[in-house]
């Protein structure tokens, strides 16, 4: 007989084990109702300020006129600090000067527009926020002006800072 | 004996003020500097601006009649005058007289003499001298005193005098 003499083959796969390894064990806390803890977490964003202001062009004024639009100082963009404003002044000697003879001149002023008075700065804090400026000249400076082209430069003065505490 | 009369021309001028409507160029816009935040640029130049043209008006008698004196001969007064003057302050209105000064009779052909004084000048304007002038701050009438002496024909005696009038201009003198 044959004996299929099977060998028993014990197969014996050892096993190779390999051994996790193991960093210390965390912490952990079981959260119970006595242990109950909260946490933070902080988001964060920073937006700085950005504004843009529009500021009136040269404007030719009409021979006569006792009263010329000068356009308007307007914030059409703005995104400011609180507790801040742009704020916008003019610097001009409200004089026209005649160009062929500088002592010829013709006052004038700049006003407000929304109640008529001389423009004296404008506090600027949100977007759209503006202020209508005029060129008022009297009917007795255009009288005894003489003839020529005449002329002034108007500085226009922007500042962006914290509204002063009145 | 006839009227003696000087014809004068009358040249009244106006020029019409050419007013231009209000012209805007592009608006300024300024903003922050990214790093500061402060306005960049924070102040701008804004020209305003306009033109007086220049207008005058020159008034100058059609007409001037001498007419007879009680002291003898002829006279008359007359005025050039101007309004509306608006004119550079480097200008005046100057006018100037053309004439022979002679009056002719207009059928015999027969001549008299007359003078031109203005104002309470001693001597007699001469053909070509200015008679008036005008600025913006002074439009003084000037006063033109005419006469001639008693003629030795009767008839009716004229003379056509020409004003011209012109702009000048005051030129700076080089240093």
Same mark, same amino acid.
Request: charged share 20%.
């Given at each position: ?72 100082? @307007? ?23 005649? @160009? ?25 804090? @949100? ?40 | ?48 601006? %306009? ?54 009779? &207009? ?38 005193? %005419? ?14 005098? &020409? ?13």
């Amino acid at each position: 007989m044959k004996k299929i003499i099977a060998a028993i083959v014990s197969l014996t796969l050892t096993a190779t084990l390999s051994t996790a390894v193991f960093a210390e064990p965390a912490q952990t806390t079981e959260i119970t109702e006595s242990t109950a803890q909260n946490g933070e977490t902080v988001i964060s964003t920073e937006i700085s300020a950005t504004y843009t202001v529009t500021i009136p062009a040269n404007t030719e004024v009409e021979f006569n006129a006792a009263s010329t639009d000068f356009g308007e100082i @307007k914030l059409t963009q703005a995104q400011i600090d609180p507790g801040y404003e742009v704020y916008v002044t003019i610097d001009t000697d409200n004089l026209l000067e005649n @160009k062929a003879d500088t002592t010829k001149t013709i006052a004038y002023t700049i006003n407000d527009k929304g109640d008529s008075s001389v423009f004296d700065g404008v506090s600027l804090l @949100k977007a759209e926020d503006s202020a209508a400026l005029s060129i008022e000249i009297s009917e007795e400076s255009w009288n005894t002006a003489y003839a020529g082209e005449y002329d002034d430069t108007v500085t226009f003065n922007v500042n962006y800072r914290a509204i002063p505490q009145t | 004996m006839k009227l003696k009369r000087i014809i004068a021309s009358i040249l009244a001028l106006s020029l019409t003020l050419t007013t231009g409507a209000a012209v805007y160029a592009q608006n300024h816009e300024i903003g922050p500097n990214t790093e500061t935040g402060e306005p960049d640029p924070n102040s701008v130049n804004t020209v305003v601006s %306009f033109s007086v043209d220049p207008t005058y008006t020159v008034t100058i008698p059609k007409t001037v009649t001498l007419t007879k004196q009680t002291a003898g001969g002829y006279a008359s007064t007359a005025e050039i005058s101007a309004s509306d003057v608006k004119i550079q302050s480097n200008q005046k209105i100057v006018v100037k007289i053309a004439s022979d000064f002679t009056l002719d009779e &207009i059928d015999s052909g027969e001549t008299l003499s007359y003078t031109l004084k203005v104002g309470d000048a001693a001597d007699a304007i001469k053909n070509g001298d200015e008679v008036a002038s005008f600025t913006t701050d002074d439009t003084t009438a000037s006063e033109l005193n %005419f006469a001639a002496e008693d003629p030795t024909y009767s008839g009716t005696y004229e003379d056509q005098v &020409i004003f011209n009038i012109e702009l000048e201009t005051e030129k700076k003198v080089m240093s």
